[in-house]
């Protein structure tokens, strides 16, 4: 029941809000002429036709939680207040990753070498967003195979790196869901490569 | 029971189906990590109990309790070679419960894991997966299968094959939708086309929210349904109340959406997750008095992707079908597909998309290639690259089939012609796998003449279709396009049999158009002439190349002229679209000297960068100093972009557009600088700029850099993952005013404190700013250094950190 599941040339689906909001969009007050905003959806579209995006999952039981420490079935710990607090009513944890892939990264550091630096941004942040949904993605499908036995996902699930729950607590999910067979590399700074590259875990309560 | 008798039940009668079954075992104790259809085999009388419970609540049909009792789910417990068994023993629990009060169906759902290309269950195995629980479900006894809660219309297809290659017992498909659409994107018309044309008897929604969201469904569905529709939510969303999961609704309010459901044009209601019998009784005393509306059905031919339902009428805009997936005529393609290449498969289908298709064309004929195989990774190709529906143009059966069978929509099969053998070998795989088709007028004795034998050919083939079971809708008629230079009345037999089409025979057509012209010169304009002809004769589709923009315009201004664009709203968008992008705007050489000035202010705040450069240019040649086009215009205009940033009237990419439209107009002046008698730039301060030692993100510390340099700064960019060592040796080497660091991660942060105490131990005198997602101010003044929190802050930062340093501060 432990077995890393993967999914490829995934294409989620996102919300285009939130990558202009990662850009600092102001719904009430940033003026953007249609031109632009064209642009901008046209660098949309060609982030999602450049990214390839695979993700993993696996779910593993909940031995004990003694705030701020959460140990799971096979021994590993993870260590985060508020992760003890969202993961309080859960037996079993969701663990997920996903990266965009590395010719994404190809493709903005070649457009910042050219000095188009705003379409850069914009592939930067879509790719971030595209890339996050596809957590979204995972959620909503491991949802729906545990609805039929009574169970959900907490609404939140949080990445290492936020808060108290430490980003040197990647290395456990690198581990967990071996995401080295997903092409991902773990530098010494605890930094996935490819950069649009995200862990998480949720709760099933 | 037939499939004949299934759809009788649903005559004037609104169909009773049970409700949730696992959430109601969980309740009475089953254990958590057990297979729940393993656990169910154990606790026959519980089941048949709940079962029996359904069937006095009301329900009609009942499922069996075998949700995930295919092999590949249960390989999680090590027990997939009891598929069989599990299957025919609940299949008779189910049976046993139900006696000759309601009918049985089959309950198939999920394998638990994503088909290939998404996840690792090839297409085969998920069919021959699902065969097997077939057969125990059939051994057991069922009335009739379900296939349920699946949130991947391919899956979905995988199982009702499975089913119809297994016995002729009618099958109910089910999706669970997550809003409107599956999780894997399929909308509700296009699974429903998809479903009922591959054989479903009914088709509909289940699991996913609660029964109000499935109003919309029903209601999306209902105008194109040929086979009854389903709903069966869940009792709202659960939640933890003192350790136990229970749901948002009751019985009654859950049963007061039932009105809603009936009138959307739902023909058989149930429950899904956290539902119990006492839900399906509140819907039983309400439907009691009701009965199901009926709805006039579209006439419209319908094809689709998983994703995207093209509906083709001669009252709707006219369907173009992009013809560029064909590699006769195109060595780069036929090269490509020969060596396996489909990432330029991908590229046309998208271009085509672009330009305005709305089907695809797809045909693998090569010469020598593995037609079968090819057509496949095509398909395959172009479903995952965009959301049009596909023509399978092929003749050779086989790989028509191979294509068909993995297609997760309805396609069109282009084509079938009155050619004996061609009808014998296509029309049942056609059928089987619920395509279209685009009927093609030719037929044992070859291409006929006029217009007169095409439309008996017509005939005859439609005359066979119907044995099959194929209706008009299901059929477009290939006008059959001659070339004019070698039969100069080619084109107006063609228009005969368009004409006819509409007018008698009432069936949907298309034509191959760029036939008409081969031979002649220019044959754009015969091509637009003859398309605006046929489309005043009724014509509805074309295979054409939608990356020509005069067959484009004529598509569009056709259907303006023939009302089927009304008040021609997508020909005034086209239009727009197009003066969009002719608009390419530099400044005009004839432009005053004033005028010239003020656009290049207006380019850098509209962020123009080949206006800027151009306009900067036309300054230089009307006599202006650079300098003073700088510091007079161009410094004053990428202030103003900056405020309008700070105004968040502009957001990052207007700020950054507006840096390189001054890069750009600087690149032009820059050389000049000097050369007069205005003196040379002066430099507002040198700063060495990096990304810290371990840390790889660089796109934040490469917008400051541009940013430094726009408002006068010698910038030193050492680049990402910088070493310590290397910052202060610059910084000493170009005697810097400021070290700027950048870094984004917790564990590259502290890399900061140790730049600032080597740039202490070294006595540089230099400041240090820096900045980064998880950088804070206090963090920042722990050690000395500055901080700001974005890019364009850290600009004024800079520029306020030097006029301190002059003053002596």
């Avoid at chain 2, 389903?230 to 009792?235: L, Q, V, Y």
């Avoid at chain 2, 083709?312 to 090269?335: M, Q, Y």
Wanted: some cysteine; charged content about 25%; overall charge neutral.
């Amino acid at each position: 029941m432990n077995d890393v599941k993967v999914m490829r040339s995934l294409k989620p689906v996102y919300n285009k809000a939130l990558i202009l909001s990662r850009l600092g969009y102001d719904k009430y007050r940033t003026t953007l002429p249609d031109k632009t905003m064209r642009e901008i959806e046209s660098l949309i579209k060609d982030t999602e036709n450049t990214l390839n995006i695979t993700a993993a999952y696996r779910i593993i039981g909940i031995k004990h939680i003694n705030s701020p420490q959460i140990i799971l079935e096979d021994g590993t710990t993870l260590s985060g207040k508020r992760l003890s607090k969202l993961l309080e009513n859960s037996r079993q944890a969701l663990i997920m990753g996903a990266t965009g892939g590395a010719k994404i990264m190809e493709l903005i550091a070649g457009l910042q070498e050219e000095g188009k630096m705003s379409e850069a941004v914009v592939i930067d942040a879509a790719a971030s967003e595209i890339t996050d949904s596809a957590l979204d993605f995972v959620m909503a499908m491991v949802e729906q195979y545990l609805r039929p036995k009574g169970k959900f996902l907490t609404k939140m699930r949080f990445s290492p790196g936020y808060g108290d729950f430490d980003i040197l607590q990647q290395k456990e999910f690198y581990r967990l869901l071996k995401a080295q067979d997903l092409g991902i590399i773990l530098n010494e700074a605890c930094l996935l490569i490819p950069e649009k590259s995200v862990f998480a875990i949720a709760g099933i309560c | 029971m037939t499939k004949k008798e299934f759809k009788k039940l649903f005559q004037n009668r609104l169909i009773l189906l049970d409700g949730g079954m696992g959430t109601l075992l969980q309740k009475a104790g089953m254990p958590s990590g057990v297979c729940p259809e393993k656990w169910a085999t154990l606790e026959s009388d519980l089941i048949k109990e709940i079962q029996r419970k359904y069937i006095e609540a009301g329900s009609d049909i009942i499922y069996t309790f075998t949700f995930g009792a295919n092999p590949i789910k249960l390989s999680e417990y090590g027990i997939e070679d009891e598929t069989y068994n599990l299957n025919k023993t609940l299949a008779e629990i189910a049976r046993d419960a139900a006696g000759n009060d309601a009918l049985v169906a089959g309950d198939i759902s999920s394998c638990g894991s994503l088909l290939y290309p998404f996840g690792s269950v090839m297409f085969e195995e998920a069919v021959e997966g699902f065969k097997k629980q077939v057969k125990g479900l059939l051994d057991g006894g069922v009335d009739l299968f379900v296939i349920e809660t699946m949130m991947d219309l391919q899956e979905a297809r995988a199982a009702l094959i499975a089913i119809n290659e297994s016995c002729d017992l009618p099958v109910m498909v089910t999706l669970t939708f997550e809003g409107q659409r599956t999780l894997m994107g399929s909308d509700p018309l296009s699974a429903l086309v998809t479903l009922q044309s591959l054989g479903a008897d009914a088709v509909g929604c289940n699991c996913s929210g609660g029964p109000a969201e499935m109003v919309d469904i029903i209601k999306k569905m209902k105008p194109y349904a040929k086979v009854p529709l389903i709903a069966k939510p869940n009792a709202g969303k659960p939640r933890l109340e003192n350790g136990v999961t229970v749901y948002d609704m009751d019985s009654e309010s859950f049963a007061s959406y039932t009105e809603d459901l009936v009138a959307a044009g739902v023909n058989a209601l149930g429950g899904c997750c956290g539902t119990t019998p006492e839900y399906i009784r509140r819907i039983r005393e309400v439907t009691n008095t009701m009965k199901p509306v009926k709805i006039k059905r579209k006439p419209y031919s319908l094809a689709c992707s998983n994703r995207k339902t093209a509906e083709i009428h001669d009252t709707l805009s006219f369907a173009v079908i992009g013809e560029r997936l064909n590699p006769t005529g195109k060595k780069f393609l036929k090269d490509a597909l020969l060596r396996g290449n489909m990432d330029v498969v991908s590229d046309i289908a998208r271009e085509q998309v672009e330009a305005g298709a709305m089907l695809l064309d797809v045909n693998a004929g090569v010469p020598g290639i593995d037609e079968k195989e090819t057509l496949k990774a095509m398909v395959n190709e172009v479903c995952n690259s965009v959301p049009a529906p596909v023509l399978i143009d092929t003749s050779n059966p086989e790989a028509l089939e191979a294509a068909l069978r993995i297609y997760p929509g309805r396609a069109i099969v282009n084509s079938i012609s009155g050619e004996s053998k061609k009808i014998e070998a296509l029309l049942p795989i056609t059928k089987k796998y619920g395509a279209m088709f685009v009927l093609l007028p030719v037929d044992d004795n070859g291409v006929p003449e006029t217009a007169e034998e095409r439309i008996e050919i017509i005939k005859r083939v439609y005359a066979k279709a119907r044995e099959f079971g194929f209706g008009k809708e299901d059929i477009l008629v290939d006008g059959l396009v001659m070339t004019i230079a070698s039969n100069p009345s080619g084109a107006l037999e063609t228009l005969k049999v368009i004409s006819w089409c509409k007018k008698i025979y009432r069936i949907n057509t298309t034509i191959g158009l760029s036939n008409v012209s081969f031979g002649l010169p220019s044959r754009e304009n015969i091509n637009a002439a003859f398309l605006a002809m046929a489309v005043a004769n009724g014509l509805t589709s074309a295979i054409l190349n939608p990356n020509n923009q005069q067959m484009m315009q004529c598509v569009k201004a056709s259907d303006a002229l023939a009302a089927r664009d009304k008040s021609g709203i997508l020909y005034i968008e086209y239009c727009s679209d197009i003066s969009r992008e002719l608009d390419k705007t530099p400044g005009k050489p004839e432009k005053q000297q004033e005028t010239v000035l003020k656009s290049l202010y207006d380019a850098i705040i509209n962020g123009d960068g080949d206006a800027a450069e151009e306009l900067a240019k036309q300054a230089l040649i009307s006599g202006k100093m650079p300098k003073k086009i700088i510091d007079k215009e161009m410094i004053p205009a990428i202030q103003k972009v900056g405020d309008l940033y700070e105004q968040k009237q502009y957001f990052l990419p207007q700020l950054i557009r507006g840096a390189e439209a001054m890069e750009k107009a600087m690149a032009v002046l820059v050389p000049e600088l000097g050369k007069g008698n205005e003196g040379s730039m002066e430099s507002k301060g040198t700063i060495v700029i990096a990304t810290v030692k371990g840390d790889v993100h660089d796109i934040g510390k490469n917008i400051l850099a541009m940013l430094l340099r726009n408002h006068g700064f010698d910038v030193i960019d050492l680049g990402k993952d910088v070493e310590s060592r290397r910052i202060i040796d610059a910084a000493k080497v170009k005697n810097a005013d400021i070290i700027a660091l950048s870094a984004l991660m917790t564990t590259t942060m502290n890399q900061m404190p140790q730049v600032m105490s080597d740039m202490k131990r070294e006595n540089l005198s230099c400041h240090m700013m820096v900045g980064g997602a998880v950088v804070d101010r206090s963090f920042a003044e722990s050690f000395g250094a500055y901080y700001s929190n974005d890019a364009y802050s850290a600009v004024k930062l800079a520029t306020e950190i030097i006029k301190r340093n002059k003053n002596g501060g």
